[in-house]
């Protein structure tokens, strides 16, 4: 079974994660944060992972803990529930489309965590939500998955929709890259024989 659970509590957050890197996309999300769940709920749909996240954050100083904290922990799960990685598709990419926006994501479950990042928004808040926390969610999310994710929003107006392009896109190119391959026949798909 590919799933693991992390609670991880510092005197800013209180975060409880679960994750089925093989399920049907079932997401039990409250962040606190309202567009944070959503991009959240989207990142399991589209990703066919079951994720069950309840954070109490320090939301009276700002979102910016809570939205941090979560994607220390997500990617931490992400880890755990993938163990030695064997047999799985190892890298993928994805150009995804939404609406006027289209963004490309690149993907290498490495284990040498890496964030390249060209995404940028023209307003600095999508509702209550600042933008700029779309990039701390992604830095931390791959430092704490052990991943290389190249992420470029090639054009695009909209910020609800390159927030969402690119947290879709996280899960469309995960959704491949942590995929089994038959072909690899349950080995690590390395020629160290680690990742
Ligand atoms: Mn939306």
Same mark, same amino acid.
């Given at each position: 079974?590919? %799933?693991? /659970?992390?609670?991880?509590?510092?005197?800013?957050? #209180?975060? /409880?994660?679960?994750?089925?890197?093989?399920?049907?996309?079932?997401?039990?999300?409250?962040?606190? $944060?309202?567009? &944070?769940? =959503? +991009?959240? @709920?989207?990142?399991? *749909?589209?990703?066919?992972?079951?994720?069950?996240?309840? $954070? @109490?954050?320090?939301? =009276?100083?700002?979102? =910016?803990?809570?939205?941090? #904290?979560? !994607?220390?922990?997500? !990617?931490?799960?992400?880890?755990?529930? &993938? !163990?030695?990685?064997? !047999?799985?598709?190892?890298?993928?990419?994805?150009?995804?489309?939404?609406?006027?926006?289209? /963004?490309?994501?690149?993907?290498?479950? /490495?284990? *040498?965590?890496?964030? $390249?990042?060209? %995404?940028?928004?023209?307003?600095?808040?999508?509702?209550?939500?600042? %933008?700029?926390?779309?990039?701390?969610?992604?830095?931390?999310?791959? +430092?704490?998955?052990?991943? %290389?994710?190249? $992420? @470029?929003? &090639?054009?695009?107006?909209?910020?609800?929709?390159?927030?969402?392009?690119?947290?879709?896109?996280?899960?469309?190119?995960? *959704?491949?890259?942590?995929?089994?391959?038959?072909?690899? #026949?349950?080995?690590?798909?390395?020629?160290?024989?680690?990742?």
């Amino acid at each position: 079974m590919r %799933t693991a /659970s992390i609670s991880r509590r510092t005197a800013e957050t #209180d975060v /409880s994660v679960s994750i089925d890197l093989d399920g049907t996309g079932k997401a039990t999300i409250a962040t606190g $944060v309202g567009f &944070l769940d =959503h +991009m959240l @709920e989207l990142f399991a *749909r589209h990703g066919l992972f079951d994720v069950t996240i309840k $954070v @109490e954050g320090d939301l =009276h100083v700002d979102q =910016h803990h809570t939205t941090e #904290d979560t !994607g220390i922990a997500l !990617g931490q799960a992400v880890a755990k529930a &993938l !163990g030695d990685k064997r !047999g799985i598709a190892r890298y993928a990419d994805i150009h995804l489309p939404m609406d006027e926006t289209l /963004s490309r994501i690149a993907i290498d479950i /490495s284990g *040498r965590p890496f964030l $390249v990042f060209r %995404t940028t928004f023209r307003v600095e808040k999508i509702g209550q939500f600042d %933008t700029e926390l779309v990039r701390e969610f992604f830095q931390a999310f791959a +430092m704490n998955a052990g991943i %290389t994710l190249h $992420v @470029e929003t &090639l054009y695009g107006d909209n910020a609800h929709h390159i927030a969402e392009s690119v947290f879709k896109g996280l899960a469309r190119a995960l *959704r491949k890259a942590v995929a089994i391959d038959p072909r690899e #026949d349950g080995r690590v798909p390395s020629t160290k024989g680690s990742l």
